[in-house]
Nanobody
């Protein structure tokens, strides 16, 4: 079992920045892919960014050049730095850890971009 604890998020103005972090506890190991998804009201959950184990990062087109995902393997933590935020980035952001048939989610953290 893996437990994901998210922190960060909150309110930012358009053009501003926010950072998210997600610490994984339990039976986590480096082969898990870790990433961030988001779900806006009335929309489906979508992948924002992911770091596969030992692989290259992957981003949804709408955040490329603005968001950066990183991972600290020694602390089983994944980060999402969000710059140049736009109102359309407003959503609940969820941390995800996935490996083989195992798929775990964090509780979600709200990100609101508004002036």
């Amino acid at each position: 079992q893996v437990h994901l604890v998210e922190s960060g998020g909150g309110l930012a103005q358009p053009g501003g920045s926010l950072g998210l972090s997600c610490a994984a506890f339990g039976s986590i190991h480096r082969f898990y892919a870790m990433g961030w998804y988001r779900q806006a009201p009335g929309k489906q959950r979508e992948l924002v960014a992911v770091i596969p184990s030992g692989g290259s990062t992957n981003y949804v087109d709408s955040v490329k050049g603005r968001f950066t995902i990183s991972r600290d393997y020694s602390k089983n933590t994944v980060f999402l730095q969000m710059n140049s935020l736009k109102p359309e980035d407003t959503a609940v952001y969820y941390c995800n850890a996935a490996w083989s048939a195992y798929n775990y989610w964090g509780q979600g953290t709200q990100v609101t971009v508004s002036s």
